[in-house]
């Protein structure tokens, strides 16, 4: 999406801020959706990683970066031209703040897995399957029941000095404007929130040791906050390293700031997925399948997911471990032959000879949850090249994205189209051809760069100009489904799961 001259953007204007894995950016779009030429800034940052599972960072350091991006970003022009703020941030978050709003512990993030023996506890002392239909979660190492419980275990004194518990969001509002709620979308990514009430889940809460005085309300999006007071008020502004504000602070002080959005809504938002009928396939490290949907849905596959996002939609999908991750095993470990060779086996069409391959090298999440899941590769010869297990390991991947489909259409229907987003569409283009022809439906690649930004400004647009119209996502061309490859991929698909049911079914 090209960028707008600030004199030929159209008002209102809104500011988008994203707290990702690599850093915190922001920018500034017009009323069409449209980045403004030159109005955009990032500040790099990374996790504090250990072989122990941490993964942690200073809450304080990114309220510091955001008070740095808006500097950046923000001047006297834009003053009576902004008219919301918005802010995603990488889902699951979790920090403990004492009575004056000060943080006493880290931020830590959805990839600490230190809670691992947690979540064998609750998995033997809660029913599942139960509690996925109850919160739109399973119970694993990246929601907040299992890190709350661990926190209680291994660190009581800290948490007896905790008076409330926030996410990143609910931390950075608190500290620049003094109140705070839980958005939608954040608390569901907590998995304690009831998907059906949109408010915290009795059960959950009990079982990660916690009262829902020690969390914000949750806010719908049309639930915004301001510095003049609308919100939840936790201890004092300002108490952290950070207490001063951005030089332009009076341009956004007033106007309407979104509660905090979750980045997977944001990145499905901004890669044009706004309904049922536009499906967004991600594919980067990791994989995903989602799809906006407005209705809270009565039930939902085991394999699945299910986030209530606002007063009545829900974002809804499943995600595969190994995407890119799987690539470059095998780009490791097998001489493959130039891209080019691989385009052109690919578009020549299937072949029987090619091995399976069940893609689940770290694990497996939708749609069996078998954690301990490790690959499985069968029809293996010594006749079989590297453009062999290359076919045979875009096929796994592909079929692996049908299997989390399949459930997905029991809510959706039939998707019109696939949105394809994330860096492996780019680099690895081979796989979206395959995709088409697996899924028997139109891939469609996405190429706007920082869709999850994008995402944020036009749901803060949504708040401040709702209805209006916007400039829809970038595109390259579509892959369409070949009708001669479908008993292929019906008959691979049964063979990937006959090996299923064998070999990890009971994992």
């Avoid at 999440?365 to 010869?381: K, M």
């Avoid at 920082?450 to 400004?457: I, K, M, P, Q, V």
Wanted: proline share 6%.
């Amino acid at each position: 999406m090209l960028s707008v001259d600030p004199s030929d953007a159209v008002d209102p204007l809104v500011l988008a801020l994203d707290v990702g894995s690599t850093g915190t950016r922001g920018g500034v779009y017009d009323a069409l959706g449209r980045p403004v030429s030159g109005q955009r800034h990032k500040v790099r940052h990374q996790f504090t990683t250990g072989a122990d599972g941490t993964s942690t960072i200073d809450p304080d350091q990114v309220v510091e970066e955001i008070v740095q991006v808006i500097d950046e970003v923000l001047s006297k022009q834009h003053r009576g031209r902004i008219a919301g703020v918005g802010i995603d941030t990488f889902s699951a978050s979790l920090i403990g703040v004492d009575a004056d709003g000060r943080a006493v512990t880290p931020c830590y993030t959805y990839a600490d897995s230190r809670c691992a023996p947690q979540v064998a506890e609750l998995r033997n002392e809660l029913d599942e399957l139960e509690v996925q239909q109850r919160t739109g979660t399973r119970i694993h190492s990246s929601y907040l029941p299992a890190r709350l419980r661990w926190l209680a275990a291994t660190r009581p004194e800290l948490v007896a000095s905790v008076r409330t518990w926030l996410s990143l969001s609910e931390y950075v509002h608190l500290q620049l404007l003094g109140v705070t709620g839980a958005g939608t979308s954040v608390a569901a990514w907590t998995g304690m929130l009831d998907r059906h009430t949109a408010d915290w889940d009795p059960e959950m809460l009990a079982a990660a040791g916690i009262s829902a005085e020690q969390l914000s309300p949750v806010h719908h999006p049309d639930q915004p906050l301001t510095d003049t007071g609308t919100g939840h008020r936790v201890g004092g502004r300002g108490s952290g390293k950070n207490s001063g504000r951005p030089k332009h602070w009076d341009v956004v002080a007033d106007v309407p700031w979104l509660p905090g959005l979750s980045d997977g809504l944001a990145s499905n938002v901004g890669a044009g997925g706004t309904d049922a009928q536009g499906w967004v396939l991600a594919a980067a490290t990791s994989g995903a399948m989602r799809v906006l949907v407005d209705e809270v849905p009565e039930r939902v596959g085991t394999g699945l997911w299910c986030y209530r996002v606002d007063r009545t939609r829900s974002l809804v999908g499943g995600a595969l471990n190994d995407v890119g991750r799987a690539v470059a095993w095998l780009e490791g470990i097998a001489q493959l032959p130039p891209k080019e060779e691989i385009t052109r086996a690919v578009l020549a069409g299937p072949s029987d000879n090619t091995p399976l391959i069940l893609p689940f090298l770290t694990g497996e999440r939708s749609t069996g949850w078998a954690g301990d899941a490790r690959a499985v590769i069968t029809g293996l010869t010594a006749a079989h090249t590297g453009l062999d297990l290359t076919k045979g390991l875009l096929e796994g991947i592909a079929l692996s994205y049908v299997r989390v489909a399949q459930q997905l259409a029991e809510i959706a229907g039939t998707p019109s189209q696939l949105l394809a987003s994330g860096r492996v569409g780019s680099d690895l283009p081979e796989l979206l051809p395959v995709l088409a022809d697996a899924m028997n439906a139109p891939v469609t690649p996405v190429t706007i760069k920082r869709s999850t930004l994008h995402g944020t400004a036009l749901l803060t647009l949504d708040l401040v100009l709702p209805y209006g119209t916007r400039t829809p996502a970038d595109v390259a061309e579509t892959h369409q489904p070949r009708p001669e490859c479908l008993p292929y991929y019906r008959e691979r698909q049964a063979e990937f799961e006959r090996v299923y049911a064998g070999v990890l079914a009971d994992d």
